[in-house]
């Protein structure tokens, strides 16, 4: 790539400047509140694709959030690389967490980020990630270096399970045709140790509500003789994994699949040092399904989680009731071969099934999807690993990740076309938590390493 440096040196603070605009507008997609926001987010991603040199684009109107779309087409017999990402943000809360607010991005030093980091909900996921995707084209096109066709889908209901978009691909798959999909919404170890995702977890997230009595009860009076809808949902979440901390619900082992002696060996090559996972938690000791690492527990492992438990009183002081009701969600974190919706049938039987007299018990399901592995014996990983290797100076680490992109196995599915996952934060980059921050180095790196990989891909593409 020839002046990369150069262009970095010269457009860096425009860069920054740029993406600091776009974190600015909160596009929150789980609060209706923000929905003139989110819209407006998506105009803004519009804008900046036509100004990095899309020739053609456009927002594609869904049930919820635009699609916004663009491509630059160079020559029908060149390999085509759709890139993904998503434009809203989660929710910010709790706000008074924030050392600076979550809207109003600030550059900050930090001790992982000393060349400083942006500190704003969505500086990472995802706004910063695609934003380094948008610039890398903008240098391809002004420096006439693009080497392939390119297309953008950027959407904004990733954050709230992808539902419209998982329609619009289906619905689109000419307007879509690919010959790799690339995305940058997941993370690398570390600045000095950098890895391309191999793996995505699944997802079945469901909300469960306990009904005891028909309304909130003297907790004297009625204390003792009636089931506690609260007691009751406590008791039976604690039941659903056994003192091996493995998951007790019938079934939900059954499709996972066993890594051999040999990839474990593998796994367990990447650097990780416990004391300092426990130490930037302020945590004594790791906890999880016995006979696994660390490692294997948050990748190749799957897991049952509360996201949140509510229902009586928590307002000041004290109030003596027996609520009525007890809410709580929970989200299972899956492995290939799991299936969502298998998964989430098996749960909501279960839980039925564990409900004591006295109580009654709903299961809604919310969202999910399908986890995902890519090969890493495909061209499109060799780029990749080789565009790291040019700009990092190191050959990346493959990594499973437990995060979950639910839309990247429909792209398989729909598409037929394969993902490379090229991200570049950090797990403690503080995604969907308070102070939410991205390396202007991350931001910067990534930028230069994104058109090494069109460069790669297309001569290994020529050379098959
Ligand atoms: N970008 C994340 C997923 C992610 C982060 C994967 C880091 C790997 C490493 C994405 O925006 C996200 O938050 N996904 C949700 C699921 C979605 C259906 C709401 C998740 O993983 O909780
Ligand atoms: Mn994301
Ligand atoms: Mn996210």
């Not at 804008?47 to 663009?70: F, N």
């Not at 978009?165 to 940058?184: G, P, W």
């Not at 056994?242 to 066993?258: L, Q």
């Amino acid at each position: 790539m020839q002046n990369i440096d150069d262009y970095l040196g010269q457009h860096k603070d425009r860069f920054l400047a740029e993406l600091i605009e776009l974190l600015k507008i909160p596009s929150i997609s789980a609060d209706s509140a923000f929905s003139q926001d989110v819209l407006d987010t998506a105009d803004a991603v519009k804008s900046a694709l036509q100004k990095a040199g899309c020739h053609h684009v456009e927002l594609c109107e869904t049930d919820g959030y635009p699609i916004v779309y663009g491509e630059k087409i160079v020559g029908p017999e060149l390999p085509t690389v759709l890139v993904y990402g998503h434009y809203d943000v989660q929710p910010a809360d709790p706000l008074d967490l924030w050392h600076s607010s979550p809207f109003e991005p600030v550059i900050k030093e930090t001790e992982t980020h000393p060349e400083g980091a942006i500190f704003a909900r969505g500086a990472c996921d995802d706004k910063g990630q695609l934003y380094m995707h948008v610039k890398a084209l903008e240098f391809m096109v002004k420096t006439d270096q693009l080497p392939c066709n390119v297309k953008f889908m950027i959407e904004g209901e990733e954050e709230v399970g992808s539902n419209n978009l998982s329609i619009f691909v289906a619905k689109n798959k000419e307007k879509l045709a690919n010959d790799i999909i690339l995305i940058s919404d997941t993370g690398m170890i570390a600045n000095d140790v950098p890895s391309i995702t191999t793996g995505l977890r699944g997802l079945s997230y469901v909300e469960v509500e306990v009904t005891g009595p028909n309304r909130d009860l003297h907790s004297g009076l009625y204390g003792g003789a009636v089931a506690n809808p609260i007691n009751v949902l406590a008791k039976m979440i604690a039941s659903l994994h056994d003192e091996n901390n493995h998951i007790t619900i019938p079934g939900f082992y059954d499709k996972v699949e066993e890594l051999s002696e040999r990839e474990r060996a593998e796994m367990a090559k990447a650097p990780f040092s416990l004391e300092s996972y426990q130490r930037a938690l302020d945590i004594e000791s790791v906890y999880g399904e016995k006979g696994y690492s660390t490692n294997e527990r948050n990748s190749i492992r799957p897991t049952l989680d509360v996201n949140g438990i509510w229902g009586g009183y928590i307002g000041e002081g004290a109030k003596t009731v027996i609520a009525s009701k007890a809410y709580a969600k929970i989200s299972m974190r899956l492995v290939p071969h799991q299936d969502w919706k298998e998964i989430t049938a098996l749960f909501s039987e279960h839980f039925k099934a564990i409900a004591p007299e006295g109580v009654r018990v709903k299961v809604k399901p919310h969202h999910g999807g399908q986890g995902y592995v890519t090969p890493i014996d495909t061209i499109g990983y060799r780029a990749a690993s080789k565009a790291y290797e040019t700009t990092f100076g190191k050959k990346p680490i493959p990594q499973r990740s437990g995060g979950s992109i639910p839309i990247v196995s429909l792209f398989e599915k729909e598409l037929n076309s394969k993902t490379i996952l090229m991200g570049f934060g950090l797990d403690s980059d503080a995604i969907h938590s308070p102070n939410e921050h991205f390396g202007v180095w991350n931001f910067l790196k990534g930028i230069e390493t994104i058109p090494y990989f069109y460069k790669y891909y297309t001569e290994m593409k020529a050379q098959q």
